[in-house]
Structures are given as structure tokens and as C-alpha cells.
């Protein structure tokens, strides 16, 4: 059954496609971070800074200039919580996205320099952070042609993917190279299912599959292994305890 409402309020309904992630598993974690800090609306750049994302949630809050609680919430990202999660990630060997805007990485070297020697997947988040939707479609291919340059600069490469807020009333630029509306991130999925497939897929152009199949296999070795060792611990601790205070098995 069909209307002419123009809208999928149905969707793949109870016959969702079969995903088939690596190993057949269930369930597929990606880890991603947002790194936007020095691209959002602040007031040297705008004369108004970001308010929508910060505790006042607004956009008009009242404040006139600078807000200093707002940068400084923006700063913290970029001169501390970046390096806490290089950190982390870096010591457990585990993948990362990063979702970057280009001005951003301009203004912080020592963040895009850490990125480019990292194994971390770069999809570039535009220019900046600001309302795409707001831009002309002149705008938005500007600041897209800048993004791509300056991440070549700051990565050494391109990045492989683009996510921005679209028009809803328009196509979206870059959907030119690959045809028809994104949405991109589903396209993301679907190229790293071929990248990672089990069944013997091409990969990507550029792209090799062997390496990530091999990082992957690493990974869940190093989970096996760590699963095994919570087990051995959770059994000594049990029979440390006395005999009445002991939990139950789960």
C-alpha cells in the first residue's frame, strides 16, 4: 500500500537488512569524536559566540561579546579532552573515527599532527561548525573545496568521507560524486562492511582488506584474553570469601 505523503514512515518495516559484520557478530561498535574546537561560532570570528551547545542552550541568551564560559567549555576540548582520549585509545590499540572540522585542525598543529600519525579513520565534519543549512548551495561548495584542501594540508590526506547538515529542500553537493541523497553515514556503514566482510569482498579503491581483517582478529584475541582473566579473578575472589557470603553463580 502506497500514499502520497512524502515521507518513509515505514522503512524496512520487520525484514530489516542482515548487516553481516565481521565474524558474523551481532552487534557492531564505532567509536567516533567530534573535534570542532576554534570552528564554532564565537565572537572574534562572528561576534557572537555559541550558545546552543553550551549550559545556557540557546542562542540568545542575553550575553553580548565574548563568552568566556562558552570558549572555555570549547578550549577544554581541545587543550585537555582530546589528549585524554588519544590517551586511552592509544594505549588499548582501539579504532577511532574523527569527525573534524578543517578550521579547527588548523588552529590546533599539535591535535592534527597526533591524528595524521595515528591509525584513526578522518571523515572531515566541513569547514566549520556552523548551520550549513543556513549557507546559499554557492556557500557550501566553497566551504567544502576549503575543508578538503585544508585536511589534505593538516592530515596528509583527504578525507574518505564528509558529514554535514543538509538542506532539506536540496541535494547535497558531494552526493554529485556518488549520485542520489545521502545519507552519508549509512554509506560509511556499508563501505566498511565490504572493507571488513568475511565473504571475500573488493575493498574500497586505495583501500586494503587484508590489514583490517588482521587488526580486527588482534582486537578480539586481546577481548578473549581479558574475558579469561575476569573469569580467573571472579573465581579466586569467590573462594576467598567465606563459605555463607559467597554470591551465587550467574
Known amino acids: 500500500m502506497t500514499t502520497d505523503f512524502a515521507r ?3 522503512g524496512y518495516g520487520g525484514t530489516p537488512p542482515h548487516p553481516h559484520w565481521p ?28 550558545g546552543t551547545l553550551t ?8 550575553v553580548k561579546g ?9 578550549e577544554y576540548g581541545s587543550r585537555v579532552g582530546f589528549w585524554r582520549v588519544h590517551r586511552l585509545f592509544k594505549e588499548r590499540g582501539l579504532p577511532l573515527t574523527v569527525f573534524g572540522c578543517a578550521l579547527a585542525l588548523e588552529r590546533n598543529p599539535k591535535v592534527a599532527a597526533a591524528i595524521r600519525e ?10 566549520r561548525w556552523i548551520k550549513h543549512y543556513e549557507l546559499s548551495e554557492a556557500e557550501e561548495r566553497e566551504h567544502i573545496r576549503k575543508a578538503i584542501e585544508s585536511m589534505k594540508e ?4 583527504a578525507a574518505a568521507r564528509l558529514v554535514l547538515p ?3 529542500e536540496r541535494e547535497h553537493p558531494a552526493a554529485d560524486r556518488g549520485g542520489g541523497r545521502l545519507p552519508l553515514r549509512f554509506r560509511r556503514l556499508q563501505r566498511r562492511a565490504a572493507l571488513l566482510g568475511a565473504g571475500g569482498e573488493q575493498a574500497a579503491p586505495g583501500r586494503a582488506v587484508q590489514p583490517h581483517r588482521q587488526r580486527l582478529q588482534v582486537r578480539q584475541r586481546r577481548l578473549l584474553h581479558r574475558r579469561r582473566l575476569l573469569h580467573v579473578r571472579e573465581g579466586r575472589l569467590r573462594r576467598a570469601l567465606p563459605r555463607g557470603a559467597r554470591p551465587s553463580p550467574r
Open 154 to 157: 593538516d592530515g596528509g590526506r
Open 23 to 50: 565474524g558474523e557478530a551481532r552487534i557492531a561498535v564505532n567509536f567516533v569524536m567530534n573535534y570542532e574546537e576554534g570552528s564554532e561560532y564565537n565572537a572574534l570570528d562572528d561576534g557572537v559566540s555559541e
Open 66 to 74: 565574548r563568552d568566556l564560559a562558552a570558549e572555555g567549555m570549547f
Open 8 to 10: 518513509d514512515l515505514v
Open 118 to 127: 595515528s591509525d584513526w579513520d578522518v571523515c572531515s565534519h566541513g569547514w
Open 166 to 168: 543538509l538542506r532539506p
Open 55 to 62: 549550559e545556557s542552550g540557546s542562542s540568545n541568551y542575553g
